[in-house]
């Protein structure tokens, strides 16, 4: 390759991870207005972050339903999906006691 290639080629790379980037910062923003926090839905591994003791942040989850840890699901949905570990059976907008 010569150095005109690898500049056009460097060039491209940048401008395809710093579009991805942008993508992923805005993210957030969505996810504020369409989602809401659900806690004890998120399977082993796969919360959306911190909850309380035994989680940091996002894919910490020791176990699945875990009560303390949430995941982002659309609005409305979260008090509409299983939940093995809530007393009701379903997710809960905030963090609960898992049932014995």
């Known amino acids: ?11 491209a790379a940048l401008a395809l991870a710093l579009g991805s980037a942008l993508s992923i910062a805005a993210l957030p923003a969505q996810a504020a207005g369409d ?3 659900c806690f004890g839905v998120a399977m082993k591994g796969h919360n959306d ?22 995941k982002l ?5 979260c008090e509409k999906t299983a939940s093995s570990t809530s007393a009701t059976g379903f997710g809960q907008l905030q963090a609960f006691t898992a049932k014995s």
């Not at 035994?54 to 949430?70: E, F, I, L, R, Y």
């Not at 699901?73 to 949905?77: A, D, E, Q, W």
């Open 73 to 77: 699901v659309p609005k409305g949905t």
């Open 1 to 11: 390759m010569n150095s005109k290639t690898t500049r056009t080629l460097s060039a």
């Open 35 to 37: 989602m809401e926090k």
């Open 49 to 70: 972050c911190a909850a309380g003791a035994g989680t940091t942040c996002a894919g910490t989850a020791k176990v699945d339903h875990q009560a303390n840890a949430w």
